[in-house]
Every structure is written in structure tokens, then in C-alpha cells.
């Protein structure tokens, strides 16, 4: 007799390339972690070259008086938090969404440590 717990994800045995090419959960993963790894650290670098925008435009006028320095300070700021972000997501994918300052509208039940990492697709892949 075979007991299995609810809702366990075994994770496919096989190489990240199998994972990739038979595993749509995996997929999903990987393409999520590329795009919210890539896209912060492009828009925070942005922040300091205004290559695709001048992002001082968006800065609301009112929030411009109340902070410290010019609204260039401010989005210089604002692109750090952005390539950290980034770069969190490419290191610990699992736990990124805890550290990062999005990540207290996430319920608790996806931001424990334990949830996290056995729920992942890539929680044996390192």
C-alpha cells in the first residue's frame, strides 16, 4: 500500500534540459525567474542612463517635496532597490519574494521558509 501526503510535489528525476523540455511546471518556473530577474535589473539600470524614458517625469511633484535630494536622487534610489530585486530573484528564486519590498502583500502561507522551498519546481535543482 502505497501513502502519499496531499498536495507533496515529487520533483521529475532527468537534467535541467529534460526538466525544460517535459516538465510545464518547471517551464513556468524558469520563464517567470528570467523575466522578474532581467526586467528589474533593466529598468533599475534605466534609472541612472534614461535610455528608455526620463523616469523624473514620473515622480509625482508631491512626492518630490517630501524627499530628501532631487527627484534624480530619488529614482537613482529606486533603481538600486530594483537591481537588488533582480538580483535576488536570480539567486533565491524561492525566497526572493520575502526580502523584496513587494513582498508583504504575499499571505504568509507563500512566504514561509518550509512552503517555499517544497513547493518550488526547483527546490532539488539548487
Known amino acids: 500500500m502505497s501513502t502519499t501526503t496531499v498536495g507533496a510535489h515529487a520533483a521529475p528525476a532527468g537534467t535541467v ?3 525544460l523540455r517535459t516538465d510545464p511546471a518547471f517551464q513556468a ?3 517567470l525567474r ?23 517625469v514620473y515622480l509625482a511633484p508631491w512626492i518630490n517635496d517630501i524627499l530628501p535630494g532631487s527627484a534624480s536622487d ?3 534610489v529606486i ?5 537588488v530585486a533582480g ?3 536570480a539567486l533565491r528564486p524561492a525566497t526572493a519574494p520575502c526580502s523584496s519590498p513587494g513582498g508583504s502583500e504575499a499571505s504568509s502561507s ?12 526547483c527546490a532539488t535543482s539548487g
Open 17 to 19: 534540459s529534460t526538466r
Open 29 to 31: 518556473f524558469t520563464l
Open 34 to 56: 528570467i523575466g522578474f530577474t532581467v526586467a528589474p535589473i533593466l529598468f533599475g539600470l534605466d534609472k541612472f542612463a534614461n535610455v528608455m524614458v526620463d523616469w523624473t
Open 74 to 76: 530619488a529614482m537613482h
Open 79 to 83: 533603481g538600486v532597490i530594483e537591481i
Open 87 to 89: 538580483l535576488c530573484v
Open 110 to 121: 507563500t512566504c514561509s521558509p518550509t512552503r517555499a522551498t517544497t513547493t518550488s519546481p
